[in-house]
């Protein structure tokens, strides 16, 4: 039996919502009638909206896709402008004030805060400007990654950008492919550090050479969603760039006919890849979804994959590079992704004043700008910006990412970003890295859904709960030595429900101990591959320090976990009209 | 009216009648049940998994996915009720209070 999401969408799915959501913006949120509810807050997904957790009715979360994270000249600043403009929420955040722009891990943005009646001048201030939040969330063709600095970078051996550029407008909106049982996520690297992350990905094109040509394997079934993560399996198909778009609606028409329409939960292509495996994915994909042979796969790059490789070295375009036509691009680290409006538009400024004023995402939630000549190198770093969103930034700066968490998600179990804040600046305080090692990530998820992507870092966080003296509080999982590269590897999970006011002495300790008990220059990724879980975990210790945590009881029970004075759900604005004012409630 | 549940946002609520009522993210007591080997088991709700309707009561039951904080056991309930529809005229609903302890349900 389909379930109740597909009846839904059988009944209004894909670019029609847009014309119902601009009625209920016209007249409200009330005209949303109550028995509709749950039928429209998943429709909207498909338009980039979802609506906030309890305690924030009426308010949505904005996604805008921004295929391979790039931000055309001046579209950076209609971002920010839009943040400052609308997503303004009732209460402040104390780390990150009151409008700003969240990077995410999928090289989006999401905006918080938005309110329905404001969503049809932000729909056409975003389109007028080349911009667009359609099927950034919902079940279709999400926002296709790739190496942030496609088209400029020295490591790149196939331009990838007009690549995912053409899969973008080819299939957004293409109503072959607008309603799939479940979110598609495409990538498309081109360069030899794996930056596109396509292993991660339900589909993804690599680098590979063929007959002395150079094209792409391809990987099937990527994904780290409810403690079910997979590795993308390469099906032993090589595509010619040419012919991308053709694998790639094959394998979206193999997934929208063969999906499971009938368990979301199993909706995913990895389920399917479980269960036909790649050999018999190739084979449906040859025989009902391609009319030309495919080629089998070529010489891939992997062994030189850098990218989120858990090798202690960089490799993720933080610091200033030079591009492939000798000008330079910089990357700026954003803690946790997030960056207040005023550091925006004044990026914003700087990168039409001394580039091409266009900027790029990446998938550690940071924001390149590119086109520098060398001689505004200098003058351009000058600036005091860079202090805060530093090209130079310390390890655990450098490392941390965090998801959203209860400050807005509905799945969430803990506080995550400005509690990463937190760990990131008492770490760079209290701990030292052996000197080798440049990287270390640290990735913080509020549950298994995984976005902050904890299963690929150094030490993967996971939102749980435990008792301290009797009462519940956040806590976390800990797991260890996560990554990608050649032979990616997913995090072990070695200590279970720790207090999170006992994370970061956990993490002290650790790091300690890995620094008196490895061999010369042994990575932490293959310190903890030598080691059993039973091992690891005794070199955890977690142990309050003078660490402070303000987040410690059930965040998930406020209306907004940083409200001042009274935070219950009761005391919430929400639901409000266009204004910001409360509705009266209907009992 | 008749009572429509149905589970919403992968799994992130119980939705009764398009109102969203049961969230995930709370402790559950749980007795009775064959989840792990405590007695009492301290159950971190983390997902929806099913949902239905008893016509007694009517009550709305769920099954959750999730871990029992005290021994680290994860899996899935049994069925619970989390709730009781209170005005079948306008499908009214009261949650159960989820820190009392509670029976699963087979
Ligand atoms: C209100 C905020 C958010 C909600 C409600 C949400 C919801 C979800 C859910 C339900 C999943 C599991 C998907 C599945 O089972 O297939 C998921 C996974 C994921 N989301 Fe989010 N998410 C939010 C924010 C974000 C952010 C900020 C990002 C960054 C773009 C993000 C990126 C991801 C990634 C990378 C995964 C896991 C990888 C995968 O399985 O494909 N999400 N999210
Ligand atoms: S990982 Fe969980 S808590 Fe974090 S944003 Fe995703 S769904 Fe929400
Ligand atoms: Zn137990």
Redesign the interface.
């Known amino acids: 039996m389909p379930s109740?999401v597909e009846n839904w969408k059988s009944e209004v799915y894909g670019a029609e919502i847009r014309e119902h959501l601009m009625r209920f913006a016209e007249e409200g949120w009330d005209a949303i009638p109550?028995?509709?509810?749950?039928a429209w807050?998943?429709r909207f997904k498909w338009w980039g909206l979802y609506h906030q957790?309890?305690g924030q009715e009426s308010f949505f979360m904005m996604r805008i896709g921004t295929p391979n994270g790039v931000l055309k000249p001046g579209q950076l600043r209609v971002v920010g402008e839009i943040a400052d403009e609308y997503a303004r929420g009732p209460a402040q955040n104390p780390e990150f004030g009151n409008a700003y722009c969240d990077w995410t891990t999928r090289q989006s943005i999401q905006l918080h805060w938005i309110k329905l009646e404001d969503v049809p001048e932000v729909f056409e201030k975003l389109e007028a400007n080349g911009l667009s939040t359609q099927q950034a969330c919902g079940d279709s063709w999400r926002n296709i990654v790739g190496c942030p600095v496609a088209g400029k970078d020295t490591h790149e051996h196939i331009e990838a950008w007009s690549v995912a550029e053409n899969l973008n407008e080819t299939f957004k909106g293409d109503e072959d492919h607008t309603n799939l049982p479940r979110k598609w996520k495409v990538s498309v690297t081109g360069c030899d550090q794996g930056c596109g992350q396509g292993d991660i990905n339900d589909l993804a094109f690599e680098p590979a050479e063929k007959d002395g040509e150079l094209g792409f394997n391809v990987r099937v079934g990527g994904g780290l969603a409810?403690?079910e993560a997979r590795f993308a399996r390469g099906i032993d198909v090589w595509v010619p760039r040419e012919q991308v778009p053709d694998v790639a609606g094959g394998m979206s028409a193999l997934f929208r006919e063969y999906g499971d329409r009938d368990n979301?939960?199993n909706a995913r292509i990895k389920f399917l890849m479980d269960e036909w495996g790649p050999e018999k994915m190739r084979r449906v994909l040859q025989e009902e979804f391609v009319d030309f042979e495919l080629p089998r796969a070529g010489e891939d790059m992997r062994e030189q994959y850098t990218y989120n490789a858990g090798d202690g070295q960089h490799g993720d375009h933080v610091g200033v590079h030079e591009q492939n036509d000798g000008n330079y691009y910089v990357g700026l680290n954003v803690l946790v992704g997030r960056m207040g409006v005023d550091g925006v538009l004044e990026l914003a400024d700087l990168a039409e004043e001394y580039g091409s004023g266009e900027a790029r995402l990446t998938q550690r939630q940071n924001i390149i700008v590119t086109d520098i000549p060398e001689e505004n190198l200098d003058p351009l770093l000058d600036h005091d910006l860079f202090e805060h969103y530093s090209p130079d930034p310390h390890p655990f700066m450098r490392g941390s990412i965090a998801c959203t968490g209860?400050e807005f998600c509905?799945?969430?179990?803990v506080e995550t970003k400005n509690r990463q804040v937190r760990y990131a600046r008492w770490l760079k305080e209290n701990v030292d890295l052996p000197a080798d090692i440049e990287d270390f990530h640290i990735h913080l998820s509020g549950?298994?859904?995984s976005c902050a992507q904890p299963q690929i870092a150094d030490i993967s966080l996971r939102g749980?709960?435990?008792?301290k003296d009797g009462e519940?509080v956040e806590?976390l999982d800990i797991g260890l030595g996560g990554g990608l590269g050649e032979n990616p590897r997913f995090a072990d999970w070695v200590e279970?429900?720790v207090a999170a006011d006992e994370v970061p002495g956990a993490i002290a300790n650790l790091v300690e101990n890995f620094e008196a008990e490895r061999a010369e220059d042994e990575s932490f990724r293959d310190f903890v591959e030598a080691r059993d879980e039973e091992t690891l975990a005794a070199l955890v210790e977690p142990e309050e320090t003078d660490y402070d945590d303000p987040y410690m009881h059930?965040t998930?029970q406020t209306w907004y976990p940083y409200a001042e004075g009274d935070d219950s759900l009761d005391a919430s604005p929400a639901p409000t009209d266009g204004s910001g004012d409360p509705l009266p409630s209907d009992? | 009216m008749t009572t429509d549940v149905?589970q919403?946002?992968?799994?992130?609520?119980v939705?009764v009648?398009?109102?969203?009522e049961v969230?995930?993210?709370d402790?559950w007591l749980l007795a009775e049940h064959d989840l792990c080997g405590c007695e009492v088991a301290?159950f971190?709700a983390?997902?929806v998994?099913e949902v239905g309707v008893e016509p007694a009561g009517p009550a709305v039951q769920s099954r959750f996915a999730g871990?029992c904080?005290r021994c680290?056991a994860?899996g899935v309930t049994g069925w619970l009720t989390v709730g009781r529809v209170v005005d079948p005229a306008d499908g009214?609903f009261r949650g159960v209070d989820h820190e009392s302890i509670h029976l699963v349900d087979g």
């Open positions: 109740k109550d028995e509709e509810h749950d807050f998943e957790r309890s409810r403690k979301r939960f209860t509905s799945l969430s179990i549950c298994t859904a749980m709960k435990t008792r519940p806590a279970m429900r059930n998930k009992d | 149905h919403l946002d992968d799994g992130a609520w939705s009648n398009d109102s969203r969230n995930v993210s402790l301290d971190l983390e997902g998994v871990r904080i680290g994860e009214g």
